[in-house]
Every structure is written in structure tokens, then in C-alpha cells.
T-cell receptor, first 114, second 116 residues
Framework: GENVEQHPSTLSVQEGDSAVIKCTYSDSASNYFPWYKQELGKGPQLIIDIRSNVGEKKDQRIAVTLNKTAKHFSLHITETQPEDSAVYFCAARERGGTASKLTFGTGTRLQVTL | DGGITQSPKYLFRKEGQNVTLSCEQNLNHDAMYWYRQDPGQGLRLIYYSQIVNDFQKGDIAEGYSVSREKKESFPLTVTSAQKNPTAFYLC???????????????FGSGTQLSVL
């Protein structure tokens, strides 16, 4: 089955700096890669996703890049703000699978300091 | 407000006791899911249901049971057979369009279960 590794486990940046979180996956058949943000005491919320036919996707201050050859994808947050502090999870889903086939990474706790 | 409601927020279980976690959604979603979250680990799928009166085991179903008698409700029972039940439990749902399950998961706020 799919295996997703996520690094780093914790990340501290100063407000205004950029943050990068990286994930690798094992199944070359995976074709959907979402990122979820989980604020303290809440459930995760989808913030951005990318499919295997696209190399990069942006949404305001966040972007995701995908390297299919190396089987890794990354989340980039620019101009970080205190409200970006949360735990971020990457995930990968095998081709043709439903949400039940999502494999999640272990999470990155991002702390944005003033 | 549309969304997923999980209750209670905190739950305590005594040894040998079964406990039931509630999950209700008013999003009119067909598919619902239960995940377990442990510190430093990713979300692991316990059970899921694509439609009323049908459900399938996920990756870690042992010691858990579910029912899906109504579209909006998907309760999870943690049985006494689950020897390590302390965790944060998340319920989620996805929309189904044209018979295909959408990929975006909508999560509830979770229930923290602890063993006394």
C-alpha cells in the first residue's frame, strides 16, 4: 500500500518568512495530493490540492509543487502570519480510489512567531 | 450553518465499557468516515460508509463498530475489545456527485476519548 512520509515534524518561522513542508510517497500510481490544515481543537480543513497532471498550483499565499519522478510534493506558505500556526497534513490517494483510499502523512506543527 | 457535529467533545471510558461517539451531518453527503488520530501520527481510517445501511472496514477496524441507519448519522462504538482506545476521533463526510464520491473531506471538530 501507499506510504507517505512528511518532514519536518515541527517548524518555527518568524512572521513574514516563508515555510516549506515536504512529503514523499511510495506508490507511483497515486494521482491526487491534498493538504489539510488542523487548528487547535478542530478538525482538519482542506487548504489546497494538486493532481498528477499538474506540476504546481497556487492559491494566494499558499502553493503546492509536485515532482512525479521523485515522488515528492511540497507545501509552500509565503508571508506567514500568526493565523498560519497549525498542524499541516499531506496525503496521497491511489489512482481511481475514493477518499477512503487517502494515506496521510504524520503532520507538521507550524509555529509562526511574532 | 451546514456542517458536521461530533459529540461529546471529551469522553471517558472505564475498563470493559463500550462507548459511543456521535457524528451528525446536515451537508446531505452520502459518504461518511471515522478516523483515529494519535499524537505524531497521521489520520488512520477506522470505518467508512458510502451509503445508508452499508459500511466497510478501514485500516484499523478491530475493536470498533459502526451503524448507518440514517444518511445524516454515523455513530462509532468503541468496544471493550479495543485495548488502546485513548485517541482523538474525527468524523468526516464527502459529497457524491453523479455516483462518484468527491475527494474533499469535511471534518467535524473531533472527540477526545480517554481511558479512566
Amino acid at each position: 500500500g501507499e506510504n507517505v512520509e512528511q518532514h519536518p515534524s515541527t517548524l518555527s518561522v518568524q512572521e513574514g518568512d516563508s515555510a516549506v513542508i515536504k512529503c514523499t510517497y511510495s506508490d507511483s500510481a497515486s494521482n491526487y495530493f491534498p493538504w489539510y490544515k488542523q487548528e487547535l481543537g478542530k478538525g482538519p480543513q482542506l487548504i489546497i490540492d494538486i493532481r498528477s497532471n499538474v506540476g504546481e498550483k497556487k492559491d494566494q499565499r499558499i502553493a503546492v509543487t509536485l515532482n512525479k519522478t521523485a515522488k515528492h510534493f511540497s507545501l509552500h506558505i509565503t508571508e506567514t502570519q500568526p493565523e498560519d500556526s497549525a498542524v499541516y497534513f499531506c496525503a496521497a490517494r491511489e489512482r481511481g480510489g475514493t477518499a477512503s483510499k487517502l494515506t496521510f502523512g504524520t503532520g507538521t506543527r507550524l509555529q509562526v512567531t511574532l | 450553518d451546514g456542517g458536521i457535529t461530533q459529540s461529546p467533545k471529551y469522553l471517558f471510558r472505564k475498563e470493559g465499557q463500550n462507548v459511543t461517539l456521535s457524528c451528525e451531518q446536515n451537508l446531505n453527503h452520502d459518504a461518511m468516515y471515522w478516523y483515529r488520530q494519535d499524537p505524531g501520527q497521521g489520520l488512520r481510517l477506522i470505518y467508512y460508509s458510502q451509503i445508508v445501511n452499508d459500511f466497510q472496514k478501514g485500516d484499523i477496524a478491530e475493536g470498533y463498530s459502526v451503524s448507518r441507519e440514517k444518511k445524516e448519522s454515523f455513530p462509532l462504538t468503541v468496544t471493550s475489545a479495543q485495548k488502546n482506545p485513548t485517541a482523538f476521533y474525527l468524523c468526516a463526510s464527502t459529497q457524491t456527485t453523479g455516483g462518484l464520491t468527491n475527494e474533499k473531506l469535511f471534518f467535524g471538530s473531533g472527540t477526545q476519548l480517554s481511558v479512566l
